[in-house]
């Protein structure tokens, strides 16, 4: 069954520290991986992606890796801001006869202090 | 651009009572999506659409249908709405063509349904 694990379940760190977020998956066959950013009340949007060939990739003060070996991924986050408060969801594509199925994890939710 | 807009944004329903959860989109996108959203869960797929006149049962079909009649639109109906199905609704789409597909899934705002 393909399955998408994050941890931590929650977070809570001071502004302008950094944090690091994990994703584990066992999605076969791979496709490509995505990380979204999901606001209170909102749809999530898409911060990276990332296909089999990639290691990492950056958006701004977000980092994601990527080991397809391992079927893990990270997302780091540096220098936090009050405003990158959300739930951090890690999805993953798999390509399945005819259609690009796209399993979900359960999301970090992160809160940022001052 | 609008992108993907979902309407209603909230919805309350006795049970027993049915709606229509509408989803458009304007990017041209072949694909959509419906997923549920309970708290502290991951979305779920309900049903997924590869193209007007075709849909496909998802993750968590029961007690939902969906339709495809244009490329643009695609909504979900609930016929006897159960407090189980009380969760936020998120509709999606994005654009495929054959292979593996890397783009990404645009979601609507949500619709936050419950059912009393």
């Known amino acids: 069954k393909n399955q998408v694990e994050q941890s931590p379940q929650s977070l809570i760190i001071l502004e302008g520290k950094n944090c690091t977020l994990q994703?584990?998956?066992?999605?076969?066959?791979?496709?490509?991986l995505r990380w979204y950013k999901q606001d209170t009340g909102r749809g999530p949007v898409s911060l990276t992606i990332m296909t089999f060939s990639e290691n990492t990739k950056s958006n701004g003060r977000y980092t994601a890796t990527l080991d397809a070996d391992t079927k893990q991924s990270s997302l780091h986050i540096t220098a936090s801001q009050l405003s990158d408060s959300a739930s951090y969801i890690c999805?993953?594509?798999?390509?399945?006869?005819?259609?690009?199925?796209?399993?979900f994890g359960t999301g970090t939710q992160l809160k940022v202090e001052l | 651009n609008a992108g993907v807009t979902q309407t209603p944004k909230f919805r309350i329903l006795k049970i027993g009572q049915s709606m229509t959860l509408q989803c458009a989109q304007d990017?041209?996108?072949?694909?959509m999506y419906w997923y549920r959203q309970d708290p502290g869960m991951g979305l779920k797929l309900i049903y997924y659409?590869?193209?007007?006149?075709?849909?496909d049962k998802g993750e968590v079909p029961n007690g939902y249908n969906v339709s495809r009649s244009t490329t643009e639109d695609f909504p979900l109906r609930l016929e006897l709405a159960a407090p189980s199905q009380t969760s936020v609704y998120f509709c999606a789409s994005s654009y495929l063509t054959g292979g593996a597909g890397n783009t990404e899934a645009f979601f609507g705002q949500g619709t936050r349904l419950t059912v009393v």
């Open positions: 994703c584990n998956y066992t999605v076969s066959p791979f496709s490509n």
């Open positions: 659409s590869v193209g007007a006149g075709i849909t």
């Open positions: 990017m041209n996108h072949n694909y």
């Open positions: 999805v993953v594509s798999g390509w399945a006869g005819g259609g690009n199925k796209l399993t």
